[in-house]
Every structure is written in C-alpha cells, then in structure tokens.
C-alpha cells in the first residue's frame, strides 16, 4: 500500500471516530442527570421564568432537532450560545486558547526534553547516581497526584518563600513596555510550568531509559562501538535514532492528555484557559459551553493520533506496509 | 404543643465571643456616609482558587477576604494581627424538607418528632467549630418580618418518644423500630437525601447525624448521599422522603408563599414539601397579595405560626456573613445585617473604604485591591444572573431605593421619593401603582441626564424581551406612564406591597439601549462608547465607571466623575 492510501485511509477513520465522539458528546449530556434550569435554585425565580428560559436555550425542541441543529452548527464551526455567559462560545474559547496553547508548549517542550535528556543519560550509565535519580524521582513524581504537588509549590513560593505570582497570566494591571509586559508574562508561567515539569518528566525520562538500555544492546551497537565511533554519536546517532519511531508516537500520543491535563493546572493557577472552562461548564450544565469545549479536546485527540499515525509512517515504512495487510 | 424555648442562645453568644468581631449582634452600630466613593480606583484581580485567594489576602494582594465559611478559614483570618473581622446575620437557611405527600412522614407527628432530634448545638460545634448560628424560624432572624414567639422543637430524645407514642407509634421492643398505628407493621424506612461526602462533607455528616438521632428514639431513618444533579432531579420529580438544602433567602418573606403554597406544588414549583393547607394558603396570599406593611406583617406573622406547626421543614442552622479585612490597607467598610461588609448588596461599603496610611488614618483617594473568585463572564445587565458579575455591575449601578444597613429600612435613593397607590385594571378588579419622584441632577456616567425615561425605556424594554432574569419582576407590570421628566408611574395587574421592589431594576440608558435589538448577544463593555473616547457602551449611575477587563485577569474600575454622591 502507498503512502497515500495509508494517510487517506488514517483521515477516514479520524473522521469517523470524529464523528462519533461528537454523537457522545451530544447524548451523555443530554442522558446526565439535572437540567440547567434547575441549577437556577432561586425563590425569585418563578417557574415561568424557567420556561422561558428553557424555550429561549432551545430545550424544549425534540432531542432529534436538537442533535440535528447541534451537527449542522458544528460543521459551520458554530457552537452556540454559553447558557450561563449568553456569550458565543467559540468567542470564548478563542480567549482562552491562546493561554492554554501557551501552557501546554511551554510544558510540553520543557518536560519532553528534560525528561528524555535525563533517560538517555541515565541509559549510558546504567546503575550511577543519575540512573538512580532519574528512576528515584521519575517513579515519584509520576505517582503523586498533580493537584498536590502544585498545591505544595503554591504555598511554598506564594506564602512562605513569596517570590512568585500565584495567579494568572500577567500583573493586575501589566507593566508599561512591551519588553516588560513579556518578561511579566513569562514570570507568571513559572510555578505552573514548573509543577508540570515535576509531575511530567518521570515518564519521559523512564520510557526515554528503557527504550535506550534494550536498543544500546543491540548488535549494531556494539558494532558502532567496534568500529570506534565515539560514545556520543553512538548514543545519539545510533541508538537515539533508532527508537525515535515509539518516541515520536509517544510525543503526539501525550498531546491530548496535556490538553485534559490543564484542567487542574488552571484551576489551580487561576489560569485563564480551555481546561478551567471546561470545568465550570460541566459544573454549571451549560451544554453548549462543555460540548464547544469537547469537541477542542476531540479534535486535538483525533488529530494528534492521526498525526502519529503518519509520523509512524513516515520514519518507519514497515507499518504502512502492514497496515496494508498481508497481500 | 411543644413549649416555646428561646434560641439556644449559648451557641450564639460562644461565636460571638470566640470571633471577638465587629458588627457581631450587639456590637457598636457603625458609622456610614451617603457619599463618595473615597477611592480613585479598584483593582479587582481574579483568583478562583481558594488556597491563592487567602495568600492574596495575606500578601496583601486583596483588601478583602470575604465571606469565610470554613472554620480553619475563620481562624486562621482572626489570627492575622493586621486583619478586621466583621460578622453580620445573614439570610441564609440550612434546613431538612419532609416529603409530606406520602406516609409516614405526612404524619405531623413524625415530623415533629424528627424536628425534636435534631441537635442543632452538637451540629454547629462539630461540623463548624461553632462558626454558624442555630436556626429554628422559617423567616431568618435578621429580617424585619422574623417572628420570635413562634413554638419551636428543642432537642429531646424523650420528648420525641413522647410525641410518638401519644400519637400511637409505639416502640417495638425486639425490632426497636416504631409501629405505624395505622397498619400495624414497622414504620417504612425513611432517606435523608444530602449531597456526596467529595461534593459537601458537612452536608453529607449532618444528614448522617440526624438519621443517628432519629433511629434512637425508633425512627427507621437513614443518610442517602448522591450525586447533586441526581438529588435535584429527585426532588423534582417528589421522589424523596427528606433532604438536606440551603436556602439563600431575602429580607421580604415573600417566599413563603412561592415554598409552602398548594399552587407551588407543580413541577419547577418550590413547594418541595408537598404542603398543602388551606388555612396557609389564605394567609400567604393575604402576604403576596398584602396592600401595605401592616397586612404583609399580620400574614407574615401567621405564616410563620402555622409552619411552626405544620413543620414542612426543619431549619437547622443559618450561616453568618463573616469577612476579613486588612486593617493596615483599608478602613470604612459597613457591616450591612443580611449582606455582610463585602457584599455586592452592600452600597455603603463600596462609598465608604477608603485606604489608610502607615499610622492607620484614613486617607482619600488611590487605588485598592479587592479580589474576585470568580470571573464576571457577561457585564450585559440583562443576561449577567451571577453573583460574580453582580459584584461588578453592583458598582456601576445605583438603585430608586438604598436599604439602611442597620435597620434594613428603604431608604430614597435615586427616587427622592415614592407614592403606592390603587388603579383599576379591569371594572370590578384593584391593581397596585407605584410613583417614582426621581431625584434631579443625577448623570449617567458618560454625563448624560438619567431621567424618567430611562426608567420607563427599561420596563417597556425588558417586558417585550420577556428577559428572564426580570420576568418575576415585569410579569405583572400591565403600563408604564411617564408624567413628566423625573415622574414615572408603574401600574401593576393586581394589588401587592411587594410590586414596589419590582420597579427597583438595574437600569438600562435610553440613549445607548435604544438601537440594540439581540439584547442577548449585546456586549457593551466590549464596544465603544459612540460619543466618549476610552469609554465603552456600558454606562451606568454608580460610584465608578469600568475601565478595563482583561477576561481571567482583572477588572479595572474607576471613580465616576459624574457620580451624582460624590462628595463635594
């Protein structure tokens, strides 16, 4: 099978399971328990004001033309009114996407390399103090729960040792000077990026370590060795190379994850992004809101698998082949 | 008949004295003025999590620490050399509804019996270290309408078996569960619905607590934590036998009509309780329908005497408006009874703080930080509904009547005064009318005049809309007249002292509200001001004017120039 056919038919499974995401998505919250309205608990809020309320949100349309106006407004890119913002919600998520983009690079850059430097140094010294560390920590930091250790750095470097800003992107109000107002903005990424750094380069130093001990062993490695290639480009050109395939899956793989994953960083950071609103739109039943921004988290999951799939495809022939079965 | 007891006023005055707080019952009235505002500016950064909003406050990155509710809060804020407390009643009723549609607990006295084991006492020490105010009226203490000499259910195992068993519950001694007189077989076993430990543990405690009590006296009760949207799905549909709920209640005691009449017992109705009583329903609609003070307080008053007997809930305790202040940064706030000192409601905090200097004098002008818990996601008046967007638009905006913040009394505010009187809607039916005299010289903040218009241009504008948040309030307007610049007359459908606080909106400015018609999707903050450079489109009478929004970050507000109370 080429190239092509392999990448045509990866785009036709995407979109199918594209499609089915966004049927979920539709129905699970339309099957959850409550309904908007009734998170209105206000004694001056009659039950015709409810009525109302539930006409003008298109509640009390048949589900069948609910789904049907929900599909076509998707394929516009529309995603509705926010029930509890009355604020187009793609109007919204563009406003915090830009601080989650922001978030999720910084994070994902600083974590992948710190944590795969970290693994290939510790796969060429197997049993040192690094090795030691990197599995030491990696094995802890990856076992405590996010939300803690983030807490932890909230209290150390906000209250006791109080160096760092401990909420949103930038000073109330910004400095003056666009240089200034980089530097401010920069300053703000620290205690989140760095708590997700923490938490994240376990895995990557780990799964980074593993995949370098079992290649460093191969043959050709001891040929390299052999022929007197130095340490360094044995370790970089040869064995690195050649378990970038799984590493190259594994960094579009953990993309989506990153995206979940800053519900909490923002939450806790009072960070301005996609995963605090998605969030508070699950909390406050606002379909619309929640829909809008799983289907962000869709895309981003579809498209980042697609991605690897290609990637995969591309560094390594032998899985295009295969997937073309055995003709 | 139970005996009438006074409140367990011990656990009262044990708060009181364990805060040590100003504006605490008893304590100094304070001192307020009807001018200003003394500060030039507020930034209000926005910080949604709990743990970064005390270290902003201990930072001094926030004037303010408001509305404390954890104990471990509490004291932590009261152990801060620098900070103020201020603790005011409040409007809030924690209580246990009776599903009284279906048996056992359509009988009174199981009902009273389970309002006889109810340890108020034992809840708030354990649960809230003391931090919350025992609750047995069905009108909150605060409130002008609050009736003192109503019977009450003190906590008594013995006087709960006694109820039961002249009531002929008897105990059975093998089973110790009580037999229902009426089939002879062992009562049914009855749920207190409350929400899951993870979702509000005291919650989840307390339903426990009180399920303990009742199985001692022979009650078969028992806790049912669940999921919240589960709960009220539950309650709506009337499948429960009792749950735990808070109630965030209003000076006026209107809502005893909306919770306990038989008309309320209708889906999305709030007569959960399924009472229905037709001497209660007479006496409420003598308090919905009540043509002046006098006749709301008399139903009002008998309201609350046939609940106390009926007991469709058992108000447990009430939560207490407790807010921290940083001494060294800030004076002048008003502990305001119901609404706390830093409460959106609270108009004489906003014109009354103002920052101090290294020595603790009052200083005029600069800028202070007070912040936000949450975001302010939509400033359009008409859309905004949550109290976060309140504490911002609150500050824009000024009121027809203010509410004096130690007697609650209306006082003019934008209407120097008001007239109430009767019109006749329809030949042979009586309708209430309320005459605005709107007081001259007040200017929108872009300086244009506010006037009567303006007034007249909101109801007619919100009423063709059928703009929900206002819906209760226009439903029953039938006209508007203007009678001249600064007179406005509002003619109601039907007779009501209440109708007067329906008029009392938050005002839309004809001259920028006039060209919009997708009142929903309108954002006036966002678009600018079509005369003002730097302005935007969202004007309003109050203390200070919006100058910036950064969404997520902060609000940025300023002093009105063209504040009609500014001092001169």
């Given at each position: 099978m080429g190239f092509r056919s392999y990448v045509i038919k990866r785009l036709v499974y995407a979109l199918i399971v594209l499609y089915v995401i966004l049927t979920l998505n539709f129905v699970l919250f339309r099957v959850m328990p409550g309904d908007p309205t009734k998170m209105i608990i206000d004694p001056n809020f009659t039950p015709e004001a409810k009525a109302e309320l539930r006409r003008q949100y298109g509640l009390d349309d048949p589900p069948l033309k609910q789904y049907f106006t929900y599909m076509g407004n998707l394929l516009k890119f529309d995603m509705g009114l926010s029930f509890s913002t009355r604020r187009p919600v793609w109007s919204e998520l563009k406003e915090r996407l830009p601080n989650t983009i922001k978030l999720f690079l910084c994070t994902f850059i600083l974590t992948s390399l710190t944590g795969m430097r970290l693994g290939v140094k510790a796969a060429a010294n197997p049993g040192s103090f690094t090795d030691r560390v990197v599995i030491t920590a990696g094995l802890f930091t990856n076992a405590v729960p996010t939300f803690f250790i983030q807490l932890l750095m909230l209290l150390l470097f906000g209250y006791y040792w109080p160096i760092l800003p401990i909420h949103g992107t930038m000073s109330a109000p910004p400095p003056a000077g666009a240089w200034n107002v980089f530097l401010d903005r920069l300053w703000h990424l620290v205690l989140p990026v760095t708590s997700n750094m923490i938490v994240g380069f376990g895995s990557w130093a780990l799964y980074a370590r593993n995949t370098m001990t079992e290649a460093l062993g191969q043959d050709y490695i001891v040929t390299a060795r052999a022929k007197g290639i130095s340490e360094k480009d044995v370790l970089y050109h040869h064995a690195l190379r050649s378990v970038l395939p799984p590493i190259v899956t594994l960094l579009f793989m953990s993309l989506p994850g990153m995206v979940s994953g800053a519900v909490i960083t923002e939450s806790i950071f009072s960070w301005h992004g996609v995963g605090r609103y998605l969030l508070d739109a699950t909390l406050q039943m606002d379909y619309p809101a929640a829909q809008g921004a799983f289907y962000l988290i869709a895309l981003a999951v579809v498209i980042s698998n697609l991605l690897a799939d290609i990637a995969y495809g591309l560094v390594d022939p032998r899985i295009r082949v295969g997937a073309g079965g055995a003709k | 008949m139970p005996k009438k007891v006074r409140l367990p006023i011990a656990v009262v005055l044990a708060l009181v004295l364990a805060l040590g707080i100003a504006g605490a019952p008893g304590a100094a009235k304070m001192a307020f003025e009807t001018t200003g505002p003394h500060v030039d500016e507020i930034i209000m950064p926005i910080i949604k999590e709990q743990q970064a909003r005390r270290i902003a406050y201990e930072r001094g990155e926030s004037v303010v620490w408001s509305g404390l509710t954890q104990p471990e809060d509490i004291d932590r804020a009261k152990a801060m050399p620098n900070s103020d407390m201020t603790m005011t009643l409040g409007f809030h009723m924690f209580y246990l509804c009776f599903n009284m549609r279906k048996e056992p607990l359509a009988s009174q006295p199981i009902r009273q019996a389970i309002a006889h084991c109810v340890d108020r006492d034992n809840i708030i020490r354990t649960l809230f270290k003391g931090y919350m105010l025992p609750m047995t009226s069905f009108v909150p203490q605060v409130s002008p309408f609050y009736k003192a000499d109503v019977p009450v259910y003190p906590f008594s195992y013995a006087k709960a078996a006694e109820v039961l068993d002249k009531a002929g519950y008897k105990l059975d001694p093998v089973t110790k569960v009580r037999i229902d007189p009426k089939t002879g077989k062992p009562l049914a076993q009855m749920k207190i619905f409350t929400p899951t430990y993870e979702v509000a543990a005291t919650s989840a405690e307390l339903g426990k607590m009180i399920a303990d009590s009742c199985q001692k006296v022979g009650l078969p009760v028992v806790p049912e934590p669940m999921d919240f949207p589960v709960m009220l799905d539950k309650i709506d549909i009337r499948d429960f036998d009792m749950y735990v709920l808070a109630w965030s209640l209003s000076r006026n005691p209107d809502f005893l009509y909306d919770f306990f009449h038989s008309s309320q017992d209708v889906e999305a109705g709030y007569n959960n309780p399924g009472m229905r009583n037709p001497e209660y329903d007479k006496q409420s609609e003598l308090l919905r329908y009540a043509s002046n003070l006098k006749e709301a307080k008399a139903a009002s008053d008998a309201c609350q005497m046939i609940l106390a007997r009926e007991m469709p809930y058992v108000p447990l305790y009430s939560r207490p408006y407790i807010d921290a202040f940083r001494k060294d940064l800030v004076t002048g706030y008003v502990p305001m009874k119901g609404f706390g000192a830093a409460s959106y409601n609270n108009l004489w905090t906003t014109l009354n703080i103002r920052r101090v200097d290294r020595s603790g004098r009052p200083i005029e002008g600069g800028t202070i930080r007070w912040a936000l818990s949450e975001e302010p996601k939509n400033l359009n008046p008409c859309v905004a509904s949550s109290a976060y967007e309140q504490e911002v638009l609150s500050r824009l905006n000024d009121s027809l009547m203010a509410m004096h913040p130690d007697t609650l009394d209306d006082m003019p505010w934008m209407a120097r005064k008001w007239d109430v009187g009767v019109w006749e809607p329809e030949a042979g039916k009586k309708g209430t009318t309320v005459t605005w005299y709107i007081e001259k010289g007040i200017k929108w903040s872009d300086g244009m005049p506010f006037t009567a218009e303006d007034v007249e241009f909101t109801i007619n504008y919100l009423k063709a809309n059928k703009v929900p948040r206002y819906l209760p309030a226009t439903q029953d307007i039938a006209k508007v007249e203007l009678i001249d610049k600064y007179t406005v007359k509002v003619y109601f459908k039907n007779v009501s002292y209440?109708?007067?606080?329906?008029?009392?909106l938050s005002f839309l400015p004809k001259h920028i509200w006039k060209d919009v018609k997708d009142w929903k999707g309108f954002e006036p903050w966002k678009e600018p001001h079509p005369k003002i450079k730097g302005y935007s489109k969202l004007v309003g009478t109050g203390p200070f004017i919006l100058k910036e929004y950064v969404p997520g970050e902060y609000v940025r507000l300023v002093k009105n120039p063209n504040y009609w109370r500014l001092k001169k």
């Open positions: - | 209440w109708h007067i606080y329906s008029a009392d």
